[in-house]
C-alpha cells in the first residue's frame, strides 16, 4: 500500500510538471503564426515600450532560443530569434512581458528585489547543501557522533530548501509582470486590440506555468533527498 501511495504521487507530480510545460508548447506555437500580424517585431516594441516609459539604460538584445528573460545585473532585456525579429501576437506578448520586468526593477517593486537576492545567494546554498548531503554519512562516520551527522543533515537540507523557496517567490514576480504590468501596456496604448487581449491573457497564464511546474519539481527534489536521507 505504502509503494502504491508513492507511485501515485510519483505520477501526479510528473503531470503536474510535465503537462504545463507541453501546455505552454503548444500555446506558444499556436500564437507563433501568423508570424506578421503586427507592423513591428518583438524587439522593437521593447525597445519602444522602455523609451515610452523613460527607461534609459536598459538594452534589448537577441538570445538563444527558449531564454527570454530580462537580466538585472546586465540591466538587458534578452528575446529569443523568433520573438525578437517575429511580429506574432507572441513574439509581441513576450516582449511585453520582459519589459515588465525591467519596469519592477526600475520601480524597485519588492518582491524582485527580493528573488534577485535570493537567487544570488541560492547558487551557492543549493550547491553547498549538496555537498553537505554528499558528505554526510563520512561526516557521521569520522565523527562518530549521531548529533554531528544531524547537524549535517540540517545544513544540508536548508541549502537545497532554500533554492525551492527562490521558486515559489519567483511566482508573485512572473504574475505581476504578465498582468500588472504587460497586459495593461498593451492594452492602454492599443497595441493589441480585445480580441488578441484575451490571447494575450493566454500566453502570460501559459507562461507562468512554466514556473509552477519549476516549483513543483524543486519541492519534489527536495522531497526525494529527504526520502533518500530517512532510510
Do not use: C
Amino acid at each position: 500500500m505504502h509503494i502504491l501511495l508513492i507511485a501515485v504521487l510519483v505520477v501526479l507530480f510528473a503531470g503536474l510538471m510535465y503537462l504545463p510545460s507541453y501546455w505552454v508548447t503548444r500555446v506558444l506555437k499556436k500564437y507563433h503564426s501568423p508570424d506578421d500580424l503586427f507592423p513591428g517585431t518583438g524587439g522593437e516594441l521593447a525597445v519602444h515600450l522602455l523609451k515610452q516609459l523613460n527607461i534609459e539604460d536598459v538594452k534589448v538584445e537577441q538570445t538563444d532560443p527558449g531564454r527570454d528573460h530580462y537580466d538585472p545585473t546586465d540591466r538587458t532585456v534578452r528575446l529569443s530569434p523568433d520573438n525578437f525579429s517575429g511580429r506574432s501576437l507572441t513574439a509581441i506578448t513576450i516582449a511585453a512581458h520582459e519589459v515588465g520586468h525591467a519596469i519592477q526593477h526600475a520601480s524597485g517593486y519588492h518582491f524582485f528585489r527580493l528573488r534577485h537576492s535570493l537567487v544570488k545567494i541560492s547558487h551557492v546554498t543549493e550547491k553547498l547543501g549538496s555537498v553537505i548531503i554528499l558528505a554526510m554519512p563520512v561526516v557521521t562516520l569520522m565523527s562518530r557522533s549521531p548529533t554531528i551527522g544531524g547537524l549535517a543533515f540540517l545544513l544540508g537540507i536548508s541549502g537545497i530548501a532554500f533554492g525551492t523557496l527562490v521558486h515559489f517567490v519567483t511566482l508573485p514576480v512572473e504574475w505581476n509582470a504578465s498582468f500588472g504590468r504587460a497586459l495593461p501596456l498593451l492594452r492602454s496604448d492599443n497595441y493589441i486590440s480585445e480580441a488578441q487581449s484575451r490571447h494575450a491573457h493566454r500566453i502570460l497564464k501559459a507562461a507562468a506555468l512554466t514556473y509552477v511546474s519549476g516549483s513543483l519539481a524543486s519541492l519534489l527534489n527536495l522531497y526525494r533527498w529527504i526520502a533518500i536521507l530517512r532510510r
